[in-house]
């Protein structure tokens, strides 16, 4: 007899059930019982926030070195639990070859993001000639607290293109996954076990259309990454993002490609001056 | 004689001659290369004498479409069909237009603004060319500032910029616009229309393809129509928060792109081991630079405990010494208040900070009579939560509170929606590197306040503002990747 998994949200490190006590049936396609997964709340986003901010100043000053190990780490221990993963893909419904391809560019996306994590700092930095006798730089540092609301479809890839980008450049993230997917939940297994740093991932799964506004509204997220084909939600989001000026990032509802311009998306260019002299 | 006197002062009037400027009595809409008219009028006022300077034309509707067809008729026709390096050309033309035209150009943004002739002369006008003269050079170059991109652009861009630097700040928004290939309409601010008119002649006279740069005046709502504009590929603007905010909401959900430049409350922080006298220097230039009109303004000063008593009196023996009067002076050090509504709201924060607790000082001496006006002002005593320390006051108003450790500073100069300008003085190499590493702001002068170059980017985090302007960063507003 399978022991079945409680599938909980991943807040802070965490694995907390949703304070509001309801859950997501998730069926397969013969209507057995996959999980009933957490249907997080609006209070379990703004714990989750919490969490990112309370991580935000460290991983910010983690070494590029470091954070580029630790996100390759998760791809190791992604590619350890392989099977995992295809088995549930294909419970979801996705064909085995479909699943094993979402798998391995989910493991291609971190290995590839990984190794811009020392680069695209000097690949998008600066040195200014200035007319005058100072010495002055412009570099990239990460907004702070990022809301992703991940593509609507379940695949790890997905997920994955839509993460990556905005750790890599040393943001915490708090992600809205859909609702069905347990692949999000079973990542953050991984996530848990690769070394990064409690609160610098947290993923809800949830009704987009509940939690959506939230994302954009919640004063201590500074950035916000949309995937979202429907101009409706996009501007009824952007609306609510304008108060406090949120970065908003929007993007077709589906995998986004390998691409250092999304890192930079989710990074504030800070220019220094100094005067040169004795 | 009082030594704070600041209508007669210590040294004789230096007034800049008037006699070489050229205006018209009245304005017209420069809408498709030509002089169009509109149904009405205003007068633009000298804020120093309160005399109107000349009448310009007020863009409805109807104007605001006229120049977004003339900007795409000039973006699908003439202008995408030559080349980067010509498109360089005319950039180059109207740089050095400009600095052979610079005095007229410094003596006529002083009357319509009211700053002082020095800073006119010597910093908004050269800087101006010089935008125009960098972003040249960027025409035929655009693809090495991307990699892995190949960069168009993006089509009629609408810009509305404010008035405490009208015309750099049409610099910084038509130099790096042009240079990335789209066509322009832009509004000058209502107050300071002037010298946005003087350049539009001057782009005639550089013989700039009819259409690409078209200039309206009006107020607040001329500007509304353009950035709501359903033409418009891109909406520039330099101005308030609430305004900033907006504009957010009318791009919202819209492919039309945005650079929002909006307000500040910038910490400048001062470490008992600064050089004392050079840092006092840096923060009446932080504070009083146009009459504190500066977004980026070192509104808050931040000093550490042990030097706080030396430093404010320093301070107040630096502030009895500062000439306020007549912006055409050379020696004229503070001019006049931008426009009659902008002083109201500098007393009004003013008189919040007294009512607040805050401890107000104020130089002796009289203002003059005629004209807006507002002395150098300190206030000590000031808590984080006092509007004062809060608020946007842009005027020369500053907030002085004291810090013990750097940790200290760090959170409270944080502590504001705002993020868009900081200072640091300490000799200590990497005490500066911790803190512009720690404080959110997008410009951060160390042992130095308020510079500027075009190949520095500028521009805020938060609620300061979206985008960068100026140096390789900015040019990515002006263009699709």
Redo the contacts between chains.
């Keep these: 007899m399978t022991i079945k998994k409680t599938y909980k949200l991943f807040i802070g490190g965490k694995f907390p059930r949703t304070e509001s006590g309801r859950v997501i049936e998730v069926r397969g396609k013969d209507g057995a019982l996959l999980a009933n997964m957490s249907q997080a709340s609006r209070k379990d986003f703004r714990e989750a926030v919490v969490a990112a901010r309370k991580a935000s100043a460290g991983w910010a000053k983690a070494t590029a070195y470091l954070r580029g190990q630790i996100i390759y780490r998760i791809a190791e221990i992604l590619d350890g639990r392989g099977e995992q993963f295809v088995s549930e893909l294909v419970s979801h419904g996705l064909r085995e070859n479909k699943a094993r391809k979402d798998l391995a560019q989910a493991i291609d996306l971190l290995v590839y993001y990984a190794g811009w994590s020392d680069k695209y700092q000097a ?1 998008f930095s ?1 040195v ?5 006798s ?1 010495f ?1 730089f ?1 570099a990239p ?1 990460p907004n702070g607290v990022v809301g992703i609301i991940a593509p609507g479809r379940g695949s790890l890839s997905e997920l994955v293109s839509t993460l990556a980008p905005v750790i890599v450049g040393g943001n915490c993230a708090v992600v809205l996954s859909p609702q069905d997917a347990t692949t999000a939940i079973s990542f953050s297994e991984v996530l848990a076990t690769s070394d990064v740093p409690a609160g610098v991932v947290n993923i809800l799964t949830g009704e987009r259309d509940e939690l959506g506004l939230e994302f954009a509204k919640h004063m201590d997220v ?1 950035a916000l990454m949309l995937c979202s084909s429907d ?2 939600e ?3 989001l ?2 609510e ?5 949120k ?1 908003v990032s929007v993007h077709p509802n589906k995998s986004l490609k390998e691409d ?2 999304l890192i930079t998306d989710f990074q ?8 040169v002299g004795v | 004689m009082n030594p704070h006197d600041f209508t007669s002062g210590d040294y004789a009037p230096a007034p800049e001659s008037s006699d070489h400027i050229s205006l018209k009595k009245s304005y017209d809409l420069f809408i498709g290369g030509k002089w169009v008219k509109a149904a009405s009028k205003f007068d633009t006022i000298n804020p120093a004498t309160g005399k109107v300077i000349a009448e310009v034309s007020s863009a409805g509707k109807k104007e605001v479409n006229q120049a977004v067809k003339a900007a795409r008729k000039a973006y699908d026709g003439e202008w995408s069909s030559i080349s980067g390096a010509e498109r360089g050309k005319y950039l180059f033309r109207i740089a050095r237009l400009l600095q052979e035209r610079a005095r007229e150009f410094a003596v006529i943004e002083s009357m319509d603004g009211g700053k002082p002739i020095r800073e006119s002369r010597d910093i908004d006008v050269p800087l101006a060319a010089a935008h125009f003269f960098y972003h040249a050079g960027w025409a035929d170059k655009l693809e090495y500032a991307f990699p892995g991109k190949k960069p168009k652009p993006l089509g009629v861009v609408g810009q509305v910029i404010p008035w405490n630097f009208p015309l750099l700040m049409a610099a910084w928004k038509i130099a790096p616009a042009l240079a990335c290939g789209n066509t322009v309409v832009l509004k000058p601010a209502e107050t300071t229309p002037l010298t946005a008119l003087k350049l539009a002649e001057l782009l005639e006279d550089a013989e700039l393809p009819a259409g690409v740069v078209n200039i309206i005046t009006g107020d607040g709502e001329t500007g509304q129509a353009l950035v709501e504009h359903s033409d418009i590929d891109k909406v520039a603007f330099t101005g308030s928060t609430a305004v900033g905010k907006s504009i957010r909401r009318t791009v919202a959900g819209t492919d039309k792109r945005y650079t929002l430049e909006l307000g500040g409350k910038a910490a400048n922080i001062i470490f008992e081991d600064a050089p004392i006298n050079e840092a006092v220097e840096g923060i009446i230039n932080g504070i009083f630079f146009n009459q504190g009109h500066v977004c980026c303004a070192g509104s808050r000063l931040f000093v550490q405990e042990s030097i706080a008593d030396k430093v404010i009196r320093k301070l107040k023996k630096r502030i009895g010494t500062l000439k306020v009067g007549d912006p055409l002076d050379k020696n004229t050090d503070i001019g006049a208040i931008n426009s009659a509504e902008q002083l109201a709201r500098i007393k009004a924060l003013v008189n919040a900070g007294e009512k607040e607790g805050a401890c107000i000082w104020q130089p002796e001496g009289r203002l003059p009579r005629k004209g807006n006006w507002f002395k150098p002002t300190l206030f000590t005593d000031c808590a984080q939560s006092h509007r004062i320390v809060q608020e946007e006051i842009f005027g020369p108003v500053l907030a002085i509170q004291t810090f013990r450790t750097p940790q200290e500073a760090i959170e409270k100069a944080n502590n504001t929606p705002y993020g868009l300008s900081g200072g640091v003085w300490t000799d200590k190499g990497s005490k500066i590197f911790k803190m512009t590493t720690s404080l959110n702001a997008g410009v951060v002068w160390a042992n130095t306040y308020n510079k500027f170059d075009p190949t520095s980017p500028f521009g805020g985090y938060k609620e300061s503002g979206i985008g960068r302007e100026g140096g390789l960063h900015g040019l990515s507003a002006y263009l699709n990747l």
């Design positions: 690949v600066s200014n000639p200035v007319a005058s100072h002055n412009s540092q500074n101009s409706d996009t501007r009824a952007e609306l993002a304008a108060e406090n000026l970065r250092p311009y504030e260019v800070k220019t220094t001056w100094h005067p």
